[in-house]
């Protein structure tokens, strides 16, 4: 089972930046695809970014041009990196990886951004 701890969220302003991290505990080389979703309050929770382990990378419209994601394999770890933030943005933010089709899921950080 592959466990996941996100960290790197906080209360920025508007046109600031944060950099979200995903550590996993085991080697990311074996999960097919690792994602970070977002679920604002009162939404549903919603695919934000995707990087494989080919390291080909997808995002959503929303986000693309301000948001990237990556992988460090030698440290099990998967970023966000999150630019021009804007109000929006303001969610709970959740790593997700998939390993042979099963689901895994973090805890959360939380991400607030005032304008």
């Known amino acids: 089972q592959v466990q996941l701890v996100e960290s790197g969220g906080g209360l920025v302003q508007a046109g600031g930046s944060l950099r979200l991290s995903c550590a996993a505990s085991?080697?990311?080389?074996?999960?097919?695809?690792m994602n970070w979703y977002r679920q604002a309050p009162g939404k549903q929770r919603e695919l934000v970014a995707t990087?494989?382990?080919?390291?080909?990378?997808f995002y959503v419209p929303a986000v693309r041009g301000r948001f990237t994601i990556s992988r460090d394999n030698a440290k099990n770890t998967v970023y966000l990196e999150m630019n021009s933030l804007k109000p929006e943005d303001t969610a709970e933010y959740y790593c997700?990886?998939?390993?042979?089709?099963?689901?895994?899921w973090g805890k959360g950080t939380l991400v607030t951004i005032s304008s």
């Open positions: 085991e080697s990311i080389i074996g999960i097919n695809v």
């Open positions: 997700n990886a998939n390993k042979r089709g099963m689901n895994y």
């Open positions: 990087i494989t382990n080919g390291g080909t990378t």
